[in-house]
């Protein structure tokens, strides 16, 4: 496929930071095993945690709801596997504090439960796939893990005309949607037709990183019958972002402080079109998910799919362990990614990658004095003067830092990588951000 | 191993370009104009780039240890500011006028502000137009080239600019220089500041600067670019009186001042449409000084002033902002 003949779209900003993806992206989905214990916590997504509706003691099936969503904006969760519930009590989460989880002692049957059982979309109006896209607790698996119903379910004046799906991958080092795209391609387009039917729209875009010129390949062919669009995208970070998405295949900018349905998009992770094609067509609801676990700290890279609430331990152990002292923990990618504080936390539904550098991976940089290069502002995929509202957030300046739009910035951490001072441009924004939104809430 | 893991939040890599990287490049970039002007000049040149830039990392040494703040001389910008000082000084110049200089830099220019990116003009302009005022016999002591190994003794000789100054003021018209000799000007072959040499030089330095994205093109291509639009218009309404575009572009300190004194990132605005606006009114107070004012050559002076404006320029230039036009409309 000759990449260079077609018209690479992109947006304006960002940078091209060494991807990584050398370690894992020819490495094919193996199936993690079984470990000793699934910690499955009550908050994995975006809204009101879930609420367990299972007693210690009781014996599950795979795909069985274990805690019922809490509001609209909340997600159900299931077991991952078969077998006794342990404990419910609070275990060390991504985020870094106990929270509570839901413990499960696998019976190595790992059988679904008999009662879940598929169905045609073809057969079901939009109300029911979304029902059932609700009920199987569909979360954004591009690590935003927003509810995913809720993405589907646009005001009534909100005229929706396009469908993304987002199939660029941009953070460095994930392998987790490339391989998917090439070995799930037929789930994926699945979904994106499931998805069309619940919006009621034609025009669907899949947009992917030319840096994955296999995967473009075999959708581009997959895709052709269907009336699928397939968009190459320049390699460029964050490329992925939603609203940098957006405007590089349709053109439109998201206004500031609204959501995509504003321009009449709706963006999706291509993994969230392969669960939503389990979960309507197999009955299955969200229970795993596809991981990257690479990075130079680790011996043997591999995009795994991991049952929800496998503690890392578990994925470094199956990745033939640590390679070297671990410095940093990292669960996503290394622009955005969580550190953690150990291993001893679950995958979770947002888990795209665990990353493992060691010292001498990191930077050890000491922050020097703003040279006004004016390279962050380059940088920045929102247009932002990141180095004016750093200064303004170190002096507590916020109101200073909100107008200069601090609220916009979409914590791509751009500016810090390519700052020549290495100044904590992001942080310092997050900060502000943070000291804007509290000032907001108490008006 | 739970112990020695680090927290942060992101990201957790970096580019690798830090300060000390870009002020090497701007360095490596200004090699090539450095070295013809040694060639040109001789040993005077070269111990005036020595006094120059080991006064400047000296004095910012003592600064440093004066004011208890760490040595901050790794960050290569005081070395950087000497070799742009010694660029903008008299090839002839005398040992003590160089040192007080590098003097006037460091501690005028830069550490009373506190130091790098604190200094609202650029601190190499600064030690110059202070000599400039103060020494202007001195500052104003040209030396016809005399090559290395040519034999040649070191003859005193006016700049282009300052020939052509003279000459309109006395006859009302040009002279002969500010029509022929284009080639002479093109490789440095002129009297002048070490830096105001060869404009082959330092339009090759300027490149690699631009292609290594150290700067970006918008400060040097508006500013000679406005030099080179409002001097042609001179020009072609008057050719007798007004030198043409070629000539504004090759001698005097135009290029130097273009691609590494008004392209200083700490002097200049940080956005794209302010640095044209800044270029932009560089060029015109160039062509204006140098056609209309007192001295013969205007791009320090232009260079200073609008290092003035700069905070005003960063106030009112701000980029579009993602998502920002609609949300109004």
Not at chain 1, 147 to 174: M, R, Y
Not at chain 1, 424 to 438: E, N
Not at chain 2, 186 to 203: D, I, K, R
Not at chain 2, 270 to 292: A, H, P, S
């Amino acid at each position: 496929m000759n990449l260079k003949a077609m018209d690479l779209k992109t947006f304006k900003g960002g940078l091209h930071p060494p991807d990584g993806k050398e370690f894992s992206a020819h490495k094919a989905i193996e199936i993690c095993p079984l470990p000793e214990e699934l910690i499955i916590p009550l908050a994995q997504h975006i809204g009101a945690p879930a609420e367990a509706c299972v007693e210690v003691g009781a014996l599950v099936k795979k795909g069985t709801l274990i805690a019922k969503a809490k509001g609209f904006v909340s997600a159900p969760i299931h077991a991952s596997t078969s077998g006794e519930v342990i404990a419910i009590e609070p275990r060390l989460h991504p985020m870094g504090k106990a929270l509570p989880a839901i413990v499960i002692k696998p019976d190595g049957e790992d059988s679904w439960d008999e009662s879940l059982i598929g169905a045609n979309p073809d057969e079901l109006n939009p109300d029911e796939l979304k029902a059932l896209i609700q009920a199987a607790g569909i979360v954004g698996m591009g690590g935003a893990t927003f509810p995913t119903h809720v993405k589907l379910s646009p005001p009534a004046d909100k005229q929706i005309d396009t469908l993304i799906l987002n199939g660029v991958e941009c953070e460095p080092f994930l392998t987790a949607d490339h391989r998917m795209m090439l070995e799930n391609t037929e789930q994926i387009l699945d979904g994106i037709d499931i998805l069309r039917k619940v919006l009621g729209i034609e025009r669907a875009v899949i947009g992917i990183e030319a840096n994955k010129p296999d995967a473009i390949e075999k959708m581009t062919k997959d895709a052709a019958s269907r009336n699928i669009e397939v968009q190459a995208l320049e390699v460029k970070y964050p490329q992925g972002a939603e609203k940098q998405l957006i405007d590089a295949i349709t053109g439109r900018q998201v206004p500031s402080g609204t959501l995509p349905m504003e321009v009449g998009v709706v963006v999706q992770n291509v993994g969230t079109a392969a669960a939503i094609s389990d979960a309507v067509r197999l009955g299955r609801p969200l229970v795993e998910r596809v991981i990257t676990s690479t990075g130079p700290g680790i011996k043997e890279p591999k995009n795994m799919l991991v049952r929800i609430g496998t503690p890392l331990q578990f994925l470094v152990d199956h990745c033939g362990g640590l390679n070297g002292e671990p410095a940093k923990i990292i669960m996503g990618g290394p622009m955005m990614g969580q550190t953690q504080l150990s291993l001893e936390p679950p995958a979770i539904r947002g888990t795209s990658g665990l990353l493992i550098f060691r010292k001498q991976d990191l930077p050890r940089l000491e922050a020097g004095p703003c040279i006004r290069c004016g390279r962050c502002i380059g940088a920045c995929p929102i247009h932002l003067q990141p180095t004016t509202i750093a200064a303004y957030a170190r002096l507590d300046l916020f109101d200073e830092a909100a107008e200069y739009h601090a609220l916009d910035c979409i914590e791509c951490g751009c500016c810090t990588y390519i700052c020549p001072a290495t100044l904590p441009l992001v942080q310092s924004i997050r900060y502000a951000k943070a000291a804007i939104m509290a000032k907001k809430r108490t008006l | 191993m739970d112990n020695q893991l680090y927290l942060s939040s992101s990201p957790h890599i970096h580019s690798g370009e830090t300060t000390d990287k870009v002020m090497r490049k701007v360095i490596y970039a200004l090699l090539p104009a450095t070295a013809l002007s040694i060639y040109f000049f001789g040993l005077p040149a070269l111990s005036v780039l020595l006094i120059c830039t080991l006064g400047c990392m000296g004095f910012e040494a003592l600064s440093c240890k004066l004011m208890n703040k760490p040595l901050a001389l790794a960050d290569g910008s005081a070395a950087l500011t000497g070799v742009l000082l010694a660029l903008n000084m008299p090839p002839s110049s005398a040992w003590w006028l160089a040192l007080f200089g590098a003097a006037i830099a460091i501690l005028i220019g830069k550490q009373v502000y506190g130091g790098l990116g604190h200094n609202p003009f650029n601190p190499a302009l600064v030690a110059r137009v202070v000599l400039l005022i103060s020494f202007p016999v001195q500052m104003t002591s040209w030396t016809a080239p005399a090559p290395l190994g040519s034999g040649l003794d070191a003859i005193t000789a006016a700049t282009p600019l300052g020939e052509m100054k003279t000459a309109v003021m006395l006859t009302g018209k040009l002279p002969e220089l500010a029509h022929s000799g284009f080639l002479n000007y093109l490789t440095g072959n002129m009297a002048g500041c070490l830096g105001e040499v060869s404009a082959l030089a330092l339009l090759l330095g300027g490149l690699y600067l631009i292609a290594k994205r150290v700067i970006s093109w918008h400060i040097p291509v508006s500013f000679i670019g406005t030099v080179v639009v409002i001097g042609g218009i001179f020009w072609a309404v008057s050719p007798e009186k007004y030198p043409n575009p070629i000539f504004h572009l090759l001698t005097g300190g135009l290029l130097l001042g273009a691609f590494f004194m008004a392209t200083d990132m700490v002097t200049s605005p940080v956005t794209d449409k302010g640095m044209l606006i800044f270029g932009f009114g560089c060029g015109l107070l160039t062509v204006l000084i140098r056609l209309f004012g007192g001295y013969p050559e205007g791009v320090s002076f232009a260079i200073l002033l609008m290092n003035a404006a700069t905070p005003l320029i960063d106030r009112f230039c701000h980029p579009r902002i993602y998502g920002q036009a609609e949300a109004k409309a």
